[in-house]
């Protein structure tokens, strides 16, 4: 990279990559120096979150024979050491030129571990097992932020502590740490029946949750709420112990690399990160260089296992004059849909780049604007354009400018067949189904043992359905709610495991009906927790029916239903319209309660039914659902888009 026209600046950084700083402690070694300078400049590491600077340089006599005429080389290695806040940063490693100035060199991300809970217990022992209900006492610090809350964890109990007693002892070892002069805690009520190693929990002053383990273990066999005879040492039984994580051959590497830009809505949390990562991984595995830019939250990469793009944010990504390893600019940038964050984003990269851009729908956004605004589709399409830039929200699209933005484009990936239709039609397309992660989804026979302690009642049917409840879907995972309820008044016991968060109040009078039959999990944070708990189940159900909602999107959970090899029941909108009722899935008309209801009992008395869509299912996935031939899929019409 150029510093000026006259000047040469070489370096590089050559600590492990990814960058990782354990505890807080970055440490970094590389080498620089300037072309025709006889001294090394000095180096430093710049981030949104604080700079560091050189600590140390040393001799690099393997440069030498590499850059003779250089007399810098020879001593042109550094170090860089320092603290730095937890999280992961884009991290610029920039030299100082003899003018003063400060030029990047190399960019790179940095992920910075956070400083772990320090704990241990005074009283009753500091190891060994508590066999009595006595209180707990002992001290947790962390030494960059105060403890806001801390429990004790062991078995199925959690224990909350009161804070902030003394210790003197703490204070003294941790003079720059004013809080560690308060680090003493005390078990708020004596332990309750349970067993196995004792842990601390703490919520740190940031919101951040920290888990301390100590060499304790309680063994209370009773107490008020729990009799004598039952077994707190019985042994675990595992949820699914049939089905690893499955290693895929790697694809055949492509003749020429490409940069390749994608461009969320969202963070690495949400569906659209999902289908983009799983491409950038593959992108990634047959040569090509892949970076996923989120507008929020980068450190949700965390929930993707083994990634092997790069993570960014998009102000960092609109900072930096490159974010591709060999300091070129992306040769596609891949929009992820119209919404205006994406697009004002890929609008200065094009800009500034030049770069190809391709943008994917996958959702009838101007129906989603309307729901969320409270108001038609046709009544906001007629607003003025200053209007729409006043009242559409940042993380949704503006109908007059996605329009525009669509006729820009180079390119156009769509989902479902019916979002054609808001594609210009000199605007070459590609369909774009997405899949299942083939690592964890796949087929897994049902844990009985497991099944045997969930089971409530004999002939227990479970139903599974993961994803989030807002206003676009709520009328229908009612309906799915309300079926439940009707399966079990008329005397056919099935219960419903969700997971997902829910935005809106979509059950009201329902809820406390329904309570009984639904086993709620919350929000998972890892996808690939997912697989083990959906192999509980004996029906998948996506609930729904043709509208202007589920006519143009496809269900993210859908792929990976079919995976699993279970019946699945989807009504006749998305991919109902491409699956064969009673072989590949359970297709209704209308996916509601009485169209539930009827096809789980007919699943539940039929067992010859419930095998011939099982095996249906898992064909068909096999057939349509493959990441890999959808990145290939996908470079070939980059390809066409580079070529032209």
């Known amino acids: 990279m150029s510093a000026t026209p006259a000047i040469r600046l070489l370096g590089e950084v050559e600590s492990p990559r990814p960058l990782r700083a354990q505890h807080g402690l970055v440490s970094v070694r590389g080498w620089c120096f300037l072309a025709g300078v006889a001294e090394p400049p000095a180096v430093r ?12 340089r040393h001799p690099r ?15 042109a290695g550094f170090v860089i050491e320092g603290h730095l806040p937890a999280g992961v940063h884009l991290a610029r490693f920039e030299a100082r030129l003899s003018d003063g100035s400060w030029q990047t060199f190399r960019t790179l991300s940095l992920a910075v571990e956070s400083i772990p809970l320090a704990a241990g217990i005074d009283a009753p022992a500091a190891t060994g097992t508590v066999t009595k209900r006595v209180h707990v006492e002992g001290w947790a610090f962390q030494p960059d932020q105060p403890v806001s809350e801390l429990s004790l964890r062991y078995g199925h109990q959690e224990i909350p502590c009161d804070l902030g007693r003394p210790r003197p002892d703490l204070a003294r070892s941790h003079p720059a740490s004013p809080h560690a002069a308060k680090a003493g805690f005390k078990s708020r009520v004596i332990l309750s029946a349970g067993r ?18 100590t060499l ?11 009799p004598v005879d039952l077994d707190f040492s019985a042994p675990r039984v595992p949820l699914t112990t049939d089905r690893r994580m499955v290693a895929t051959p790697a694809p055949a590497r492509s003749p020429q690399s490409l940069n ?29 260089e892949g970076v996923i830019a989120v507008p929020h939250d980068v450190e949700t990469l965390a929930h993707h296992p083994a990634p092997a793009f790069r993570g960014l944010l998009h102000a960092q990504v609109a900072e930096s004059s490159s974010v591709f390893s060999d300091d070129r600019a992306p040769d596609i940038i891949h929009a992820w849909t119209t919404r205006e964050n994406v697009r004002r984003l890929t609008e200065t990269l094009r800009a500034r780049h030049g770069a190809r851009v ?28 200053a209007e729409l830039d006043r009242i559409v929200p940042a993380d949704l699209s ?7 933005f669509l006729a820009q484009a180079d390119g156009v990936t769509h989902i479902t067949g019916r979002l054609a239709e808001f594609i210009p039609s000199d605007r070459p397309r590609h369909l774009l189904w997405p899949a299942a992660d083939a690592r964890w989804f796949g087929p897994r026979p049902r844990p009985d043992a497991f099944r045997h302690l969930l089971d409530r009642r004999p002939g227990e049917t479970v139903l599974f359905y993961h994803g989030n409840v807002h206003a676009a879907n709520a009328a229908e995972v009612r309906e799915l709610y309300l079926a439940v309820l009707r399966l079990n008044q008329a005397g056919e016991p099935v219960t419903l495991i969700r997971t997902g968060r829910d935005s809106v109040d979509f059950l009201g009078p329902l809820a406390p009906e329904v ?75 209308q996916a509601n309660a009485a169209g539930i209801a009827t096809a789980v009992s007919e699943l539940r008395s039929d067992p010859d039914l419930h095998q011939r869509l099982s095996q249906g299912a898992r064909a068909f996935a096999e057939r349509h659902f493959s990441w890999r031939r959808s990145a290939e899929a996908l470079m070939g019409f980059y390809r066409l888009l580079t070529t032209r």
């Open 216 to 226: 304790l273990q309680v063994d209370v066999r009773t107490d008020e709420n729990h």
């Open 196 to 213: 196995g190693p004792v842990r601390l929990k703490a919520r740190l002053a940031d919101g951040s949750t920290a888990i301390a383990r």
């Open 398 to 404: 503006h109908p007059h400018r996605a329009r525009e």
């Open 358 to 385: 391709v943008v994917h729908l996958e959702d009838n956004e101007q129906e989603l604007l309307a729901l969320s605004l409270g108001r038609p589709a046709a009544e906001l399409a007629r607003l003025a354009t």
């Open 45 to 56: 590491l710049t981030t949104d979150a604080g700079q560091l600077a050189q600590t140390a």
């Open 515 to 589: 309570a009984p039959h639904v086993l709620c999990l919350g929000q998972l944070l890892h996808h690939h927790h997912l697989p083990p708990l959906m192999a509980l189940a004996d029906i998948f159900v996506q609930p729904g029916r043709a509208d202007a909602f589920n006519d143009y999107r496809f269900p993210s959970k859908l792929p990976e239903f079919f995976a699993l090899g279970r019946p699945v029941i989807l009504p006749r909108t998305n991919l109902g319209t491409h699956v064969r009722h009673d072989i590949d899935a359970y297709v209704l008309d």
């Open 61 to 75: 006599p393997d440069l030498h024979p590499l850059h003779a005429s250089e007399p810098a080389a020879a001593h």
């Open 260 to 288: 390749v830009l994608f461009v969320l809505p969202g963070s690495f949390a949400s569906n659209s990160a999902l289908h983009a990562a799983a491409l950038a991984n593959e992108l990634v595995a047959s040569g090509h």
